[in-house]
């Protein structure tokens, strides 16, 4: 089992900067996929960005690149999201999860998920 818990939500102004924050815990392995989604009220849950574990391997969706950095600290068991230029569109609960299937972008593989932060973007 492993056990993801985000932090770092708030409330920012339109331009502003956030990092969350993913910790995990439990029987981590290198094989690890991590994956930050977001769910706006009355909106599918959907794909933001995804890592690989062992190697920090990245991957986001066109939205986000240049504006969001994902990171991992595997001495803290943690992976960070950087979000930097905020939009009021990026305004959501924001998740992370974790898989041992192929990286991917679709929230059914992932099998690990931490309960949320509130990410709103005010403009």
Known sequence: QVQLVESGGGLVQAGGSLRLSCA?????????????????PGKERE???TITWSRGITYYRDSVKGR????IDNA??????????LKPEDTAVYYCAGTYSTRTTRPEAYTYWGQGT????SS
């Open 76 to 85: 803290k068991n943690t992976a960070y999201l950087q979000m930097n230029s």
């Open 24 to 40: 995990g815990s439990g029987r981590i392995f290198s094989s690890l996929v991590l994956g930050w989604f977001r769910q706006a």
């Open 118 to 121: 509130q990410v709103t973007v």
């Open 47 to 49: 794909f933001v960005a």
């Open 68 to 71: 969001f950095t994902l990171s």
